[in-house]
């Protein structure tokens, strides 16, 4: 079961990129932060998706008993604090239920949005 809902070779080798990166060793603090340096996701106003609360749950119920914790890491679920943060609650997507990982050669296992001007993409693919 661990190895359906846990991070696979890819989601392992990213993190590890992620980890030893320059901008991860040495964060800027955020008291040094000028937000005109970046460029940001606006999702208000927009529709949206993100990991679905019952696919949160199911992974949390189905492996606590072994995790403990590692599928709530926050009290809040991802779809709750996604869509808190809209305009509108309908502005979250909830797509298929993807129940398989995706990946390159299995597209059609994700979900992805994509907004009517091309501009913001965004995409469930379950994999990690």
Same mark, same amino acid.
């Given at each position: 079961?661990?190895?359906?809902?846990?991070?696979?070779?890819?989601?392992?080798?990213? &993190?590890? +990129?992620?980890?030893?990166?320059?901008?991860?060793?040495?964060?800027?603090? #955020? %008291?040094?932060?000028?937000? +005109?340096?970046?460029?940001?996701?606006?999702?208000?106003? /927009?529709?949206?998706?993100?990991?679905?609360?019952?696919?949160?749950?199911?992974?949390?119920?189905?492996?606590? !008993? #072994?995790?403990?914790? &590692? &599928?709530? %890491?926050?009290?809040?679920?991802?779809?709750?604090?996604?869509?808190?943060? !809209?305009?509108?609650?309908?502005?979250?997507?909830?797509?298929?239920?993807?129940?398989? /990982?995706?990946? !390159?050669?299995?597209?059609?296992?994700?979900?992805?949005?994509?907004?009517?001007?091309? +501009?913001?993409?965004?995409?469930?693919? !379950?994999?990690?």
């Amino acid at each position: 079961m661990s190895t359906l809902l846990k991070a696979d070779f890819h989601g392992l080798a990213a &993190y590890s +990129e992620m980890i030893s990166s320059k901008e991860f060793m040495s964060p800027i603090p #955020w %008291t040094e932060i000028d937000v +005109e340096n970046f460029d940001g996701i606006v999702l208000y106003g /927009r529709k949206t998706t993100a990991l679905l609360r019952s696919q949160e749950l199911t992974a949390w119920v189905l492996t606590c !008993l #072994w995790l403990k914790s &590692y &599928y709530r %890491t926050n009290s809040e679920t991802v779809q709750s604090g996604i869509t808190r943060s !809209l305009a509108n609650p309908s502005d979250f997507v909830s797509g298929p239920l993807a129940i398989l /990982r995706g990946s !390159l050669d299995h597209l059609h296992l994700g979900f992805v949005l994509l907004n009517t001007e091309g +501009e913001y993409a965004c995409p469930r693919l !379950l994999q990690t």
